[in-house]
């Protein structure tokens, strides 16, 4: 199961989130920069190895940042982008509230019937409680 949040409890996160997903972001552009200084590189020569232990430092940032925000029930939808959802409810239905980094706010959602687009958050959504059973984020 997974937590549905009111958008007072995604707010409260948001410094959270962007931390993590800061570290995702770096982690994921020096990755990149990494394989291309390996292209070419002697197989086995001491800096292809030095590359080889950064590559596995920067894993494990990604793997302990991306552990986080699934613990925190949050969802990355496109890493580079800085794109995330916070599952929610709008009246009688659940959907993802949606944030990208540098954002002040969160002010929009998206469905969750295959439509991508994204809809300004109606007035007095920040209101709903978070409904029964599926517990509230905790920070």
Known sequence: MYRLFTLHEATRLLPVVDEHLGA?????????????RLTGLPEGSLEARNIATEVAFLLGVVHTSKAELDRLGVRIRDVEGGLVDFPSQLGAEVVCLTWAKGQDAITHYRRLNGDEASRPLPAGAGDTPTPTGHGGASA
Do not use: F, K
């Not at 995702?24 to 291309?36: C, I, N, P, V």
């Open 24 to 36: 995702l972001q770096s982690a994921a552009a020096d990755l990149a920069r990494l394989r291309e």
